[in-house]
C-alpha cells in the first residue's frame, strides 16, 4: 500500500472535523476524494502529509509512519494545497529557482517541459498572476521532482482549461511511472472522469462502499398501470409518481427488474446511468 490511514480521528478543540477515517490506496491507483465543503478533506490531507496531527489514528505512507518520518515521506511526494500563496515582490522565475533548491538532481529538460506545457509566464511578479495561474506554478512544484505520490487538495477548484493540462500530466505519470495519485474534489463529474475509485467523506467519516451504488439506474416509464408494487421490488429506491409518470432508482440486475415490468402496460420506458453527482445527492439525502 501506498497510503493507509487507520481509524483517524482530529479534533479541533471541540470541533470534531473527522472521525474513525480509515481508507488505503494501493501503487498505480488514481483515487478521488470527494466530499461536500467541511467534510473533513483538507484535514485528512493535512494529516497524511504530516502537517498536522490527529487526536488518535495512524498514517503510513509508504509503509511508514508520517508522524514519525514526515520529512523522508514528503521529498517523494507532490503536493498542491487548495490555497496558494506566495512571497510577495518575487518574479515567477525567482520563485521557481528557489522552489527548484528543495529538490537532489532535478531534471531540467523535464522541468522546461512543464514550464512549457502550462504556458508559465517567467518575468511576471508572482502576485500579479490570476488565481489559475498561482496554481500552474503549485503544479509545477508539485511534478517537478517527479515523486512516486501525488497528494492533492482541490487541485483546479473550478479552473476548467487548467484542469485538462493536469489530467494529462496526471495520466503519463501513471502511464510512464506508474505514480499514484490522491486528491480531494468537491466537483464529482470531475472526479468522474479520471479516477479509478472515489473514497467519500460526509461530516467527517467516510461513506461506507459507495461503489455498490456504481450501477445505479435511472428509470421513468409513462404507464396507466397501477405500479405502486414496485416500490417493494428489491433495490428499488425513490419511487415517485406524477400522473402517468413512474421515477424511480434501481440498483439489482435489469433482467429482475424487466420480469416485474411485463406486469404493466407501458407506453414508454427509459432505463438510464446515473450520473455521480445525482448519486451522491441521493446518498446524501439518506
Ligand atoms: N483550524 C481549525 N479550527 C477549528 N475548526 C476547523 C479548523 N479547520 C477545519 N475545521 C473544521 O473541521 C471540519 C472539517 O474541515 P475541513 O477543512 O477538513 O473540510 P473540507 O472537506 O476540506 O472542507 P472544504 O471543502 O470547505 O475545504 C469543518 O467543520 C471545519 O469547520
Known amino acids: 500500500m501506498v497510503i493507509e490511514v487507520k481509524g483517524l480521528t482530529k479534533y479541533y478543540g471541540k470541533t470534531k472535523a473527522i472521525e474513525n477515517v480509515s481508507f488505503s490506496v494501493k501503487e498505480g491507483e ?7 465543503n467541511g467534510a473533513g478533506k483538507t484535514t485528512t ?68 517541459f512543464l514550464c512549457d ?23 509545477v512544484q508539485a511534478f517537478v521532482h517527479r515523486p512516486k505520490l501525488y497528494i492533492f487538495d482541490e487541485p483546479t477548484n473550478g479552473l476548467d482549461p487548467l484542469q485538462k493540462q493536469l489530467y494529462d500530466l496526471i495520466r503519463k505519470e501513471r502511464a510512464e511511472r506508474g505514480a499514484t495519485f490522491f486528491f480531494s474534489s468537491h466537483n464529482l463529474s470531475e472526479v468522474q472522469k479520471l479516477c479509478d475509485r472515489v473514497i467519500f467523506i460526509r461530516k467527517g467519516q467516510l461513506i461506507k462502499e459507495p461503489s455498490e451504488y456504481f450501477n445505479m439506474k435511472k428509470v421513468r416509464m409513462l404507464s396507466n398501470s397501477n405500479c405502486s408494487d414496485l416500490k417493494n421490488l428489491a433495490n428499488v429506491f425513490n419511487f415517485k409518481e406524477q400522473s402517468g409518470m413512474k421515477e424511480f432508482y434501481y440498483n439489482g440486475k435489469i ?23 445525482e448519486i451522491f445527492e441521493e446518498l446524501y439525502k439518506n
Open 255 to 277: 433482467n429482475n427488474l424487466l420480469e416485474k415490468l411485463k406486469e404493466y402496460d407501458i407506453e414508454d420506458l427509459i432505463i438510464e446511468d446515473v450520473s455521480l453527482e
Open 45 to 112: 490531507i493535512r494529516i497524511i502529509l504530516g502537517l498536522l496531527k490527529p487526536t488518535s489514528g495512524k498514517v503510513y505512507v509508504f509503509g511508514k509512519d508520517v508522524q514519525k518520518d514526515y520529512a523522508n515521506i514528503n521529498s517523494q511526494v507532490g503536493y498542491i494545497p487548495g490555497e496558494v500563496n506566495y512571497y510577495p515582490g518575487v518574479k515567477v522565475k525567482e520563485f521557481l529557482k528557489y522552489a527548484l533548491r528543495f529538490h537532489k538532481d532535478v531534471d531540467r529538460d523535464y522541468f522546461d
Open 30 to 36: 488514481i483515487v478521488g476524494f470527494v466530499g461536500p
Open 117 to 139: 506545457m502550462l504556458k508559465i509566464e517567467m518575468d511576471k511578479k508572482v502576485e500579479d498572476l490570476s488565481l489559475g495561474n498561482k496554481k500552474k506554478l503549485a503544479i
